[in-house]
């Protein structure tokens, strides 16, 4: 009678780390879906109707999630929806915007109404970090070589005294 071979337990271990080891890998590179925001239910949307007044559209829709008020054209309500997603550690994206923007008169009813998708946007940085400067950026190459063939004999001061406007050597311009 032949014996059937053992498998150690060093083996079995080792087999059961690598896979869930494998297991947590996979599970760490899918990405994680963020549902961010407010948008009403599509019938709530169409029951929306030019007329109707503010309180009828934030008791039909809910609260927006933020307002605008426009000078001399009345108030604005826009309900946002995010979907993001990130995967591991990368930078999250988004993957779906939807505004609905509901604009009233100036008697508080609704004048107008549409909805945006994430195709409609456009990215505006409002933080650069950066000042703008009028003029241009010389390369280093640029500032070493600019001032090759600009000078003159009298503009290194051959007289030795202060020339003209006080400076000493004469104007460097």
């Given amino acids: 009678m032949v014996n059937p071979p053992r498998v150690s337990r060093r083996i079995v271990l080792r087999n059961?780390?690598?896979?869930?080891g494998l297991a947590g890998a996979i599970a760490a590179c899918s990405p994680v879906v963020d549902h961010r925001g407010y948008l009403p239910h599509?019938?709530?949307?169409?029951?929306?109707?030019?007329?109707?007044s503010?309180?009828?559209?934030?008791?039909?829709?809910?609260?927006p999630s933020t307002t605008a008020t426009v000078n001399f054209h009345g108030d604005s309500y826009y309900y946002i929806s995010d979907t993001v997603e990130q995967a591991a550690f990368f930078k999250p994206t988004v993957v779906e915007r939807q505004i609905f923007?509901?604009?009233f008169n100036q008697n508080d009813q609704v004048e107008s109404f549409a909805l945006y998708g994430l195709e409609d946007g456009?990215?505006?940085?409002?933080?650069?970090?950066?000042?703008p400067t009028r003029g241009k950026e010389l390369t280093i190459l640029q500032q070493l070589?600019?001032?090759v063939?600009?000078?003159s004999p009298d503009s290194l001061g051959g007289g030795g005294g202060r020339g003209p406007g006080g400076s000493i050597g004469g104007s460097p311009f």
Avoid: C, H, W, Y
């Fill in 16 to 20: 059961g780390l690598l896979a869930l």
């Fill in 54 to 63: 503010k309180t009828e559209v934030q008791a039909l829709l809910g609260s």
């Fill in 149 to 151: 063939g600009k000078f």
């Fill in 145 to 147: 070589f600019s001032n």
């Fill in 42 to 52: 599509g019938d709530d949307i169409k029951k929306v109707q030019p007329g109707m």
């Fill in 122 to 131: 456009r990215v505006i940085d409002f933080s650069t970090r950066q000042t």
């Fill in 101 to 103: 923007a509901v604009r």
